[in-house]
């Protein structure tokens, strides 16, 4: 386990003992100190566009909590993925090092190994309480069975689930679902489904731990389905007035894409895609709004920082079919290293720390996250994988 040593901050510098010049912007003008343990949310959505919320200019598609999270908060007009697709940047914002380093270049490449040390394996050895909910998609979640792209005997090498990686509560896939009755293969209009046949299980399974499955409260939104777990496990550690550290990462708005009718109706004037698309995003709006609204009544809302970002561009080659993502004004798209590929939108919210309403064009990417977090914690590695890969920290 990692070992990180404490150190003594005076008030009137509680966020600039830390080295990363990040925290610089999000002290605020009354500059109250760190409360010692903040809780620590991670949220990140799945081909989310840059173009694809409020916040960025979006008009169409609804995004009140986001939208209001960036007015609370710091708005990253240059926030970037560290890949083009999903599984490097994943791991880049639990180890603050670069895919090529940990060995996860790729979706469905590699898997996270002993060494790395992740966020969730320091902040536990704080006494933080740790979760991973939603899209894991670092690895394989079981070696005796067939379960999404890799799972069964034949990708036991790169078995490394949740669990083994600093995680005590997991609810994960090891990768994509439909985003409404996840476990249920849709019409290919939904798009991505491979050779499923539809109506019939989609393949992949929520994991739970070592050899569990989840079996109940699987039907609906998927956003809701996962804010479903995500919910008691933060009100548990509220209770034991325990620190949290919560990795939400919802697979909204990846193929196969579906919204359901409330959402759709939503949206009434365009066209079947676009109302599945924009309402999948609407429908995870709402439940960060669900897990905000929450985070007030539990009294823990001030002391709780919450990330938010998407793990690259919008899907496909163009606006077409189910992929209606946007790039905004940006070139390229996923799997493209321009612009619209690896910039995406992002926000922080942290009532106690961060004045709302400011925006910054500092250059900022996923792999920040670690040393960001752990310095505005006040913790110094000990025991960490050298280098970190870092834009505002060199080790």
């Not at 919320?53 to 008009?59: E, M």
């Not at 990462?249 to 894409?257: A, D, E, G, K």
């Not at 579906?258 to 698309?277: C, I, M, N, T, V």
């Not at 995003?281 to 439940?287: H, L, N, R, S």
Request: glycine letters at 10%; charged letters at 20%.
């Amino acid at each position: 386990m990692i070992e990180i040593k404490s150190k003594k901050r005076p008030i009137w510098c509680a966020i600039l003992v830390s080295v990363f010049l990040v925290l610089v912007l999000f002290v605020p003008v009354y500059a109250q100190s760190i409360p010692e343990k903040p809780n620590v949310i991670l949220i990140m959505a799945d081909d989310l566009g840059w173009g694809d919320v409020g916040f960025n200019g979006n008009f169409y598609i609804q995004t009140p909590n986001l939208d209001d999270m960036a007015r609370n908060g710091i708005q990253f007009n240059r926030f970037y993925a560290a890949s083009a697709v999903c599984s490097p940047t994943r791991g880049s914002a639990l180890t603050g090092r670069h895919p090529e380093r940990y060995g996860i270049t790729h979706a469905n490449v590699g898997h996270m190994k002993p060494e790395e040390i992740t966020l969730a394996e320091a902040l536990k050895g704080q006494g933080y309480a740790t979760g991973h909910f939603g899209k894991w998609h670092l690895g394989t979640m079981t070696v005796t069975e067939k379960d999404a792209n890799r799972g069964g005997s034949d990708g036991a090498k790169d078995y490394s689930p949740p669990w083994l990686n600093g995680f005590d509560v997991c609810f994960s896939t090891e990768s994509k679902v439909p985003t409404w009755n996840p476990m249920v293969t849709p019409d290919k209009s939904a798009g991505d489904i491979g050779d499923r046949t539809p109506g019939e299980h989609f393949g992949t399974y929520y994991w739970i731990g070592e050899g569990r499955k989840a079996t109940d409260n699987l039907d609906g939104d998927d956003s809701r389905v996962i804010m479903d777990r995500v919910i008691p496990f933060i009100k548990e550690a509220a209770v034991k007035d325990t620190p949290f550290f919560a990795v939400i990462w919802f697979h909204t708005p990846h193929l196969p894409v579906l919204a359901g009718p409330e959402y759709r109706a939503l949206y009434p004037d365009l066209s079947e895609d676009k109302q599945h698309y924009f309402g999948s995003i609407t429908a995870m709006d709402g439940q960060i709004g669900r897990l905000r609204e929450t985070l007030r009544e539990l009294g823990v809302a001030d002391d709780t920082m919450i990330w938010f970002c998407s793990d690259n561009g919008s899907e496909g080659s163009e606006q077409a079919n189910r992929a209606q993502g946007s790039a905004g004004p940006f070139k390229g798209r996923k799997r493209s290293l321009y612009e619209g590929g690896i910039r995406v939108p992002a926000v922080l919210e942290w009532p106690s720390q961060v004045q709302g309403g400011r925006k910054t064009n500092l250059p900022v990417s996923t792999s920040d996250y670690f040393p960001t977090i752990l310095g505005a914690l006040g913790f110094e590695n000990k025991g960490q994988v050298h280098p970190l890969d870092s834009n505002i920290y060199r080790s």
